[in-house]
């Protein structure tokens, strides 16, 4: 039963519509999708960020380290492919054990072939409803 | 008249002359020599028509169809004329010789006179050689075209893709924002969820004027072309925008190795003042932005520089997206996306190019070829 309920500790969300990240949250909180999570406007910053606390060996540095982030794809700057690219190229154990979902307004193939050529763990189209969040409870 | 009408009455009588054989003193070598000659060249002149015949029902594009029965005409007359010339060896037929000869010779001259009519005609007809070069040329004009139809097909693409993503988000943001509204009932989540609602109305209304705007931008000719004197274009650019330019405290130098430039003037100012605000907006927080605006004239092209001392752009890394709609690099600074896309359209579409060198925190460099 324990499950059922914050499957995840730490969800990162990376992505700069603002109204997209509080409905995200939303979603998540609504569902407790997860303990806590930490919303990022720009995919660098996200990068810093895990550089920042995935690679400590203190755990309670590591609690901060997400297990999860969900990933849109058309920032600004760096986008969500050019952080797929990079993000790819650590190697600590334990970022490699972080689940990346692509979370994206964009149903168009090419990126969705795009996303799970770059392996991520799932491309779900915006917005994040209850209903997806329950699939991905279960696939959890 | 007599002998004309005497002429038609007897056109086959034979009786007024002897045969040939007959006239003359003729051994029997040459007078087969003569009979079988004849009869060779009639049935040569016979088969020569067939084949033609032939030919002409092959190839039903022939041109000049009417010549070559013109031909087929005059080469059965010219055998008729050796046939009787053997014949008469035994009948005197020597009214229907000069008959058949005096139809003959009006054909030969009719197949001259068509043949004289044609000539030129036929002379612009292409050689083998000649269609292949240009069938070549062809080929190649059309893989040029293909080239650039899908270089357009592409940016339509890229267009399409931006402008959806572009109205979709605020959308289905939207979506999120009612479903919300639909579940919750604490009075402060729902003047919030308001707030973001109008927001994302507001965000879907500017993407729509935005895309009105690339439409307007792809139609406009730039075609009022003038002697632009370049200090006057620079300062109406410089007053136009003089509010951004003032609050940045930017320094603004001019470089101009020419004084005048013939150019769409509205296409030259769109040129400045993208480059000059893109400038401006990406200048660096810790110092003052110094802008150099350059014109100068190499291998009897103009060109235009812009340089800046802003924040630069990881070239390696964004290059590729520099001028592509809607693709914005920075972050902290509204933009649109538009901007460096509609003036590389502009200066493409006069035969000219843009490019950039940039380095990261030093400041970066557009280089126009008009």
Redesign the interface.
């Known amino acids: 039963m324990m499950n059922e309920f914050n499957p995840y500790n730490c969800i990162l969300l990376v992505d ?5 990240l ?2 995200t949250e ?2 998540i909180n609504r569902n407790k999708f997860a303990k806590h999570t930490h919303s990022l ?2 995919a660098n910053e996200a990068l810093e960020f895990i550089d920042a606390y995935c690679k400590e060996i203190d755990e309670a540095i590591l609690e901060i380290c997400p297990d999860l982030i969900f990933l849109d794809i ?5 986008d969500g492919f ?1 952080f797929l690219d990079s993000f790819n190229k650590f190697s600590e154990n334990r970022i490699s054990k972080i689940k990346v979902f692509m979370l994206t ?2 149903d ?1 193939p090419k990126d969705r072939e795009m996303a799970e050529n770059k392996g991520v763990a799932g491309y779900i ?5 209850t209903d997806k969040i329950k699939e991905l409870i279960q696939a959890a | 008249m007599d002998q004309l009408f005497e002429f038609i009455k007897g056109l086959f009588s034979t009786e007024l002359w002897p045969a040939r054989w007959s006239c003359g003193i003729w051994s029997p070598f040459h007078g087969w020599l003569y009979i079988l000659s004849s009869f060779l060249i009639a049935s040569a002149y016979f088969a020569i028509p067939l084949l033609l015949f032939r030919f002409m029902k092959r190839r039903s594009d022939l041109p000049f169809i009417r010549i070559f029965w013109l031909f087929i005409l005059f080469i059965l007359a010219c055998g008729s004329t050796h046939l009787i010339d053997g014949i008469i060896f035994w009948e005197p037929m020597y009214r229907l010789s000069a008959f058949v000869l005096f139809f003959t010779a009006i054909v030969s001259w009719l197949a001259v006179y068509g043949l004289f009519k044609i000539l030129p005609k036929a002379l612009e007809l292409k050689s083998p050689k000649q269609l292949e070069l240009i069938i070549n040329k062809r080929t190649r004009q059309l893989k040029e075209s293909n080239a650039s139809l899908k270089k357009i097909n592409e940016e339509l693409d890229n267009y399409l ?1 931006a402008a959806s ?1 572009d109205l ?3 959308i ?2 939207m ?3 009612l ?2 509204l639909k579940h919750d009932n604490e009075a402060l989540e729902q003047t ?1 969820i308001l707030e ?1 609602l109008d ?2 109305v507001r965000r879907v209304k500017q993407t729509i004027a935005r895309l009105t705007d690339v439409i307007k931008l792809e139609k406009s000719p730039y075609d009022d072309h003038a002697t632009n004197n370049l200090n006057v274009i620079i300062d109406e650019v410089l007053a136009d925008n003089f509010m951004i330019i003032d609050s940045s405290k930017a320094v603004i130098k001019r470089e101009l190795q020419i004084d005048s430039f013939h150019y769409s003037t509205s296409g030259l100012k769109q040129v400045l003042y993208n480059l000059l605000l893109n400038a401006v907006k990406y200048r660096h927080p810790e110092r003052v932005p110094e802008i150099t605006i350059r014109f100068y004239v190499k291998d009897m092209r103009v060109f235009l520089e812009v340089e800046d001392n802003g924040l630069g752009i990881d070239l390696a ?2 290059g590729d997206k520099m001028f592509v709609l809607f ?5 902290h600074v509204e ?1 649109s ?1 538009i901007g460096l896309y509609s003036i590389k359209k502009l200066i493409e579409r006069k035969g000219g190019t843009i490019s950039v060198s940039s380095e990261l925190n030093v400041g970066s460099t557009f280089f126009v070829k008009f």
Do not use: I
Not at chain 2, 327 to 331: A, D, E, G, M, P
């Open positions: 700069d519509d603002d109204t997209s509080f409905l939303m979603a406007t720009n058309n920032m600004p700057g760096m050019d307004s964009s168009n189209v915006k917005p994040l409803t | 893709y993503h979709k988000s605020p289905n943001n979506e999120g924002l479903d919300l919030l973001k927001e994302s890394r964004y693709k914005r690099l920075h972050t933009g996306g």
